[in-house]
């Protein structure tokens, strides 16, 4: 099944820079990806985290709604892996060795914290923000409820893409390989 990217013309509104307070608005699972590591391609199984910041937006379709901010992670708490140190941020303490036998992320879901929001250079020269350190909350702070409980679309997208979602299709015949029409074509 083609992918088609396109320019949807729209112009996002850039998230406050700094430390700000959020909300974990959801976790999703969304499977298994090829990438490359030191040149070598290797196979992660990765989920990604969205966050709620107190800060609305003001411009466009979601003015007043609360900007979303998301972070991917390898579905991993090795001692070196990016997940465990946030977590770890976040808590405030380490993981104990029981912990670190099953932890079940999805509980991570109306927790509060506070975000640093950095600007960053894309590769395409492009500026963008994403979060650079996560802390506990401050402590006296009102605790923020997630307003938005509906998963974006581009999440289930990737997880469309994921292995799994292709091992599926394919043990269903849905990416079986495209047959000639009677007029030559593929499609």
């Known amino acids: 099944m083609p992918i088609i990217a396109r320019n949807n013309g729209k112009a996002y509104e850039p998230l406050p820079i700094g430390v700000v307070q959020a909300v974990c608005a959801f976790v999703e699972d969304i499977g298994t990806h090829e990438t490359t590591f030191q040149g070598k ?40 892996a990016n997940l465990r140190k946030d977590l770890e941020n976040w808590r405030g303490k380490a993981f104990t060795e029981e912990e670190l036998a099953g932890f079940d992320v999805e509980r991570l879901k109306g927790i509060n914290c506070m975000l640093n929001i950095v600007e960053y250079k894309k590769l395409d020269g492009t500026t963008s923000q994403r979060p650079s350190a996560i802390m506990p909350c401050i402590k006296g702070l009102e605790k923020m409820i997630p307003e938005n409980t509906t998963v974006p679309a581009w999440i289930d997208e990737m997880r469309n893409n994921s292995l799994e979602a292709h091992e599926n299709r394919v043990n269903s015949g849905v990416d079986a390989q495209p047959t000639a029409t009677d007029d030559g074509l593929p499609f």
């Open 41 to 80: 391609p290797i196979q992660k199984h990765q989920v990604v985290v969205c966050w709620e910041i107190n800060a609305q937006m003001t411009n466009g379709e979601y003015a007043g709604k609360r900007f979303m901010v998301s972070k991917f992670y390898t579905l991993s708490l090795n001692e070196k």
